[in-house]
């Protein structure tokens, strides 16, 4: 204790209080429930990716399959290859020439031949008949009938008579000989012909076999060709329609990632907000001495954070 007069001590106790302004608080509230609901409300993305096999496209592989086990095209092949088989084995006929010389000549011979000896012997008869005659009238006349000259006369007559007889004859059968060996080598010229003409015709009908061979085996490819082509243009059609779909599939799941990134692009803008709010509060110091009252700041995203945890710079 002094004298004259007393000191007095005064003591105070240091409190910090803090203040957010209500229109704050209710922005940075409802920034906190958008989030909340962006979080809560995420669904991952349920529409299709890959655009699966169209209608087309199973009717292509199906008519694969059936291309493969259904034997197009395989009747035509079998034909030709069988015509063509038989016409490799093709032997044709053996081509023997007719000789004359084996020839029967008596079928050849002209059936009035010996009709015509008989009529030329009979005129020859009564030709030499006359003749004879006549020798007889001529020796009566010199009154020498039954002489020896009429004798002689008789005999030459006869011998002339024979001898037109013998050449008529050898004529008549040689002319007729000769038209039997031609009328013979005619019939062996026209077989022989015929023969070789049977042959040729039995080389063309197999080169025809042949050819239909080929034509069978080429329309045999034909039908495959067409049976591929239009089984393509089916698998051309369905891959069409694939891709159709895969675009649609891309830009709807392209919309639905752009969607998701402009919420959370959004989203990320008004957290990033959250720095740009001004420090406000005041703190009040209590205690022996003076009482000071100072205005500090603070942090309103820290109010939010969990403790020890930081955000854009921001800690709690």
């Keep these: 204790m002094s004298k004259g007069g007393s000191d007095t001590t005064t003591s105070h106790q240091d409190t910090s209080t803090q203040a ?5 608080a209710a922005a940075l509230y409802g920034n906190l429930g958008s989030t909340q609901a962006l979080a809560s409300g995420y669904q991952p993305y349920g529409g299709q990716l890959t655009a699966p096999t169209n209608a087309a496209q199973q009717a292509y592989f199906t008519g694969l399959q059936n291309l493969a086990t259904s034997g197009v095209g395989g009747s035509a092949l079998t034909q030709g290859a069988n015509t063509a088989t038989a016409a490799s084995t093709y032997t044709p006929q053996t081509i023997t020439a007719g000789q ?4 029967n000549l008596q079928p050849y011979m002209n059936p009035y031949t010996q009709s015509v000896i008989d ?18 009238a001529s020796a009566t006349a010199s009154g020498a009938y039954n002489g020896t000259r009429q004798g002689v006369e008789d005999s030459l007559t006869n011998q002339a008579a024979q001898r037109t007889a013998a050449s008529t004859l050898a004529g008549l059968n040689s002319q007729n000989y000769t038209q039997a060996q031609q009328a013979a080598q005619s019939d062996i010229a026209g077989n022989l012909a015929a023969q070789q003409a049977n042959v040729n015709a039995g080389l063309a009908g197999q080169g025809l076999n042949l050819s239909a061979a080929q034509a069978l085996g080429g329309l045999s490819n034909q039908q495959v060709g067409q049976a591929e082509g239009l089984n393509s243009l089916l ?19 392209q919309a639905w990632l752009q969607n998701l990134q402009n919420q959370m692009g959004l989203q990320g803008l008004t957290n990033q907000s959250l720095g740009l709010i001004p420090k406000t509060g005041t703190t009040t110091s209590s205690g022996t001495g003076s009482q000071d009252t ?6 309103l995203a820290s109010l939010f954070m969990p403790k020890g945890s930081s955000f854009l710079g921001i800690s709690s």
């Design 20 to 24: 957010l302004d209500p229109q704050l």
């Design 100 to 103: 004359l010389s084996n020839t």
């Design 119 to 136: 009529s030329t012997l009979n005129d020859l008869n009564r030709q030499t008949q006359q003749q004879l005659q006549g020798n007889a």
């Design 235 to 253: 698998g051309a059609a369905g891959y069409g329609q694939q891709q159709q779909a895969q675009a649609v599939d891309t830009a709807n799941y």
């Design 294 to 299: 100072t205005t500090t700041g603070f942090n």
